[in-house]
């Protein structure tokens, strides 16, 4: 199947500070989504992002499907972007979204 | 418009018990998926249901079922629940089920003692 792959598993900054979080999968898909999961489990939609660039007020993402990875960028981060950062995708051929594992990003104020 | 809603929230079951875990999808969407998250770990995918009709299955054993009523609500039920099966339980709904957006409720937290 599928295998996807976040990096970094873990960061911390302090607020004000800029990050790249990356998601890269192992063949073509035709859903990338990128999730924000807060500390009581509910998981927010970013972005719907299978290919090209699209912006968030301070949140950006970009997902080049021919190379198959994607970027969430977080720009002058604040202590309410803490928590767990999913990107999910979805293969044409198969009716399940595969998750990656991760990244844990934790801002201090 | 309201959400993605799950019910219960939390609960408590002893090992043997069975569960059933209710979902209401967003108001005009027909697909509903059901994911487990472990703590530590991303959703894993359980089931997909787009018009009452079972698309997709994960690698989970028979004692999880699910079905899906013509409302387009869905119900995900585990028999002989154990320890293992502690988790959070989270429904998604979208248009279609497939290339679309997908939402997530606020889950079902199940613990197993």
């Known amino acids: 199947g599928i295998q996807v792959e976040q990096s970094p598993p873990d960061l911390i900054l302090q607020e004000g500070a800029n990050s790249t979080l990356r998601c890269n999968f192992s063949d073509s898909v035709n859903n990338l989504q990128w999730f924000h999961q807060n500390p009581w489990g509910q998981l927010i939609n970013l972005f719907y992002i299978p290919s090209g660039t699209k912006q968030n007020g301070r949140l950006s993402a970009t997902t080049v499907a021919t190379e198959r990875y994607s970027l969430l960028y977080i720009s002058s981060s604040q202590t309410t972007d803490s928590g767990v950062y999913f990107c999910a995708v979805e293969r044409s051929s198969a009716s399940k979204i595969i998750f990656g594992s991760g990244t844990r990003l934790s801002i201090r104020p | 418009d309201a959400g993605v809603t799950q019910s219960p929230t939390h609960l408590i079951k002893t090992r043997g018990q069975h569960v059933t875990l209710r979902c209401s999808p967003i108001?005009?969407?027909?697909?509903v998926s059901w994911y487990q998250q472990v703590l530590g770990q991303g959703p894993q995918f359980i089931f997909q249901y787009y018009e009452k009709e079972e698309r997709g299955r994960g690698n989970f054993p028979d004692r999880f079922s699910a079905r899906q009523f013509p409302n387009y609500s869905s119900e995900l039920n585990v028999n002989a629940l154990l320890l293992g099966d502690s988790a959070l339980y989270l429904c998604a709904s979208s248009l279609t089920g497939s290339g679309n957006t997908i939402y997530f409720g606020e889950g079902s937290w199940l613990t197993v003692v």
């Open positions: 108001s005009g969407h027909k697909s």
